[in-house]
């Protein structure tokens, strides 16, 4: 992910070297359809780096490779993958001055003699995914004919390191880049064994990492948007090497309906695990993409996607939209988003239950997003994978377990509706159940949650609203966003008294936080509280477009030990909602 809108701090791209994607699949073509531009070598020449999403550094030039100007190990990572020498020769291709040249090999040429195998001078010389991305980069080199012997080493280097089972990951996105690296430096190096070795893991981590719905194990839809790109790219580096390619082909095409499910109407991430807001990226190996509908607003020559408007997908997703649009009102859809499933694992948070939903252009209730930084012990590391920078519900004083499942206890679906319930253990001695149903019809959602604990606690029911949200209390039930720019939301708590708070940028506790590249903004995030050792809310949630305020009446309201039922009435049209734990059904009365 290349471009300007990439999200992830830690996605590191290998830039195309030369010409447009319409050109010949080379080995060092790129996974995300990129062209390196002549300013951005001009940059390097003037040693100037700007690695996405830090701001431009000056840095001396003959480098040290213990650069570090913003403290962050994200940064010192893509500097030593090096993806970002290859401007300097495509600069070299297109203008024919041999100073981009010269500077491109110095740089690889530097970097070897200074960073040797052992006692390097950073941690990152040699760590598993800057060895991965830039054995990339000098397999590259080697493809273009040099003839130095310390290019031969160096790529001999890193072959060796990468076929050791020892350093091989075998699992996650960084080892799907160590496939994709040995398997370069094989091809290059014309060793068999390394070929081979790299294929058969390649092969082997494409059935184990990507399920047969196509949803990978990153628990991230940026995460799985890379993985998608770059099984892509494994398979064309396979192509290229005289490999055959089915096995990764047909799991990477697989995933093409699920990440279309999981994103938003207008062409972003939804932001679960480590993703933060950003756009997907085009997907330039089909143009006619389903992808690329939602990425261009429906535009010319493309079609709407005949996918159902509800998707469920076993690892733990539900996706809810109004609609897939038509040219010009693809943005304008709603989409919401149910989790449930295994475990936080890879690049997952503790979301289980979470609820997103997307309206009229822009995103209404948030999740916080990620990594901001992978340092375990940093509390905000720490409160945006937690359960409370989610929308779903947290218990004061007990803390969201990561490990255990969150079950999909039932769905039901029809042309007006979807529902689906889910329930975990995974608060100490508290079961939790959430339902959730989006009336297709009125264009509302209704969330219950139910929870029963052996002695009394606080319960609380966040939503996290984008920045600038300005929400407005009502009373002990009910709070309203006054976006002046863009839609709103009101959330309405139709059961029982509650209490609710509102939480910009706070501190102690953290609360009220979104990931913003490269680090973090505050925002309004609503708690809704109550004492006991029970909790029931059932709330009533309505989006309405920029400039205007939809408001739904409720009557009727009947509660049950196993769900409700309920009247909802908006713009003249009523439905009769009945919920239970595991299905529910919408009648149309008016």
Not at 12 to 29: E, I, K, M, S
Not at 281 to 293: A, M, V
Not at 329 to 351: I, L, S, Y
Not at 400 to 405: E, F, L, N, T
Request: aromatic share 12%.
């Amino acid at each position: 992910m290349a471009a300007a809108t990439a999200v992830i701090a830690v996605v590191l791209p290998l830039l195309a070297p030369v010409g447009a994607r319409a050109a010949a699949f080379t080995l060092c073509d790129a996974a995300d359809g990129s062209t390196p531009t002549v300013a951005q070598a001009d940059a390097l020449l003037a040693n100037k780096y700007t690695f996405f999403p830090f701001s431009t550094v000056t840095l001396p030039s003959n480098l040290t490779w213990k650069e570090n100007p913003f403290h962050n190990d994200s940064w010192v990572l893509k500097l030593h993958q090096m993806f970002w020498t290859e401007p300097l020769w495509y600069a070299y291709t297109q203008t024919g001055l041999t100073k981009y040249r010269d500077r491109y090999v110095a740089l690889l040429k530097d970097w070897y003699y200074n960073n040797p195998t052992t006692n390097p001078p950073s941690p990152w010389s040699w760590a598993q995914h800057s060895t991965a991305i830039r054995a990339m980069v000098v397999s590259c080199a080697v493809a273009r004919g040099f003839g130095y012997s310390w290019m031969h080493a160096l790529a001999d280097e890193h072959g060796r390191l990468l076929a050791s089972s020892s350093f091989y990951l075998q699992t996650g996105n960084r080892a799907l880049d160590q496939d994709i690296g040995l398997l370069d430096i094989g091809c290059v190096r014309a060793n068999t064994s390394w070929k081979n070795t790299a294929v058969s893991r390649t092969n082997a981590w494409a059935v184990h990492d990507v399920d047969a719905q196509g949803v990978s194990t990153e628990q991230s839809d940026g995460y799985n948007s890379y993985v998608y790109h770059h099984l892509d790219l494994a398979a064309r580096r396979m192509a290229a090497c005289g490999v055959a390619t089915s096995t990764v082909t047909s799991q990477d095409q697989k995933m093409v309906n699920f990440i279309a499910n999981a994103e938003t109407p207008f062409g972003t991430f939804v932001g679960f695990g480590d993703t933060s807001t950003g756009r997907i990226p085009y997907d330039w190996n089909n143009r006619s993409s389903i992808l690329n509908w939602m990425y261009s607003n429906g535009g010319p020559g493309l079609s709407p996607p005949t996918l159902p408007l509800y998707a469920t997908f076993g690892r733990g997703f539900a996706f809810f939209r109004s609609s897939w649009g038509d040219s010009g009102t693809v943005n304008q859809q709603t989409h919401v988003m149910v989790r449930f499933g295994e475990g936080m694992a890879q690049h997952g948070h503790m979301d289980s239950g979470e609820v997103t939903l997307e309206a009229y252009g822009d995103k209404l209730l948030l999740d916080s997003g990620g990594p901001y930084v992978y340092v375990a012990t940093d509390p905000y590391r720490r409160y945006f994978v937690s359960e409370r920078a989610n929308n779903t519900m947290s218990i004061d004083g007990v803390p969201m377990r990561a490990p255990g499942w969150t079950y999909l206890h039932g769905e039901s679906h029809d042309a007006n509706m979807d529902f689906v319930s889910v329930w975990h253990l995974k608060f100490s001695g508290v079961t939790t159940v959430r339902h959730v149903l989006y009336d297709r019809r009125l264009n509302v959602m209704l969330v219950e949650d139910a929870l029963t604990a052996s002695g009394p606690v606080a319960f609380r029911q966040t939503w996290h609203l984008r920045q600038g949200a300005n929400p407005a209390f009502v009373g002990r039930y009910k709070f309203y966003t006054r976006s002046p720019s863009g839609p709103n939301v009101a959330v309405t708590q139709l059961f029982g008294g509650k209490t609710q708070e509102a939480h910009t940028g706070a501190t102690n506790p953290v609360q009220g936080w979104l990931v913003m590249p490269p680090g973090k903004i505050a925002a309004p995030a609503v708690e809704v509280k109550t004492v006991g050792r029970s909790a029931r809310y059932i709330t009533l949630i309505v989006p309405s477009p920029a400039g205007s305020t939809r408001s739904a009446t409720t009557s009727n309201l009947q509660v049950t030990s196993t769900g409700f039922s309920i009247d909802v009435t908006l713009g003249g049209m009523t439905d009769h909602i009945v919920v239970s734990n595991s299905s529910a059904s919408l009648t149309i009365l008016s």
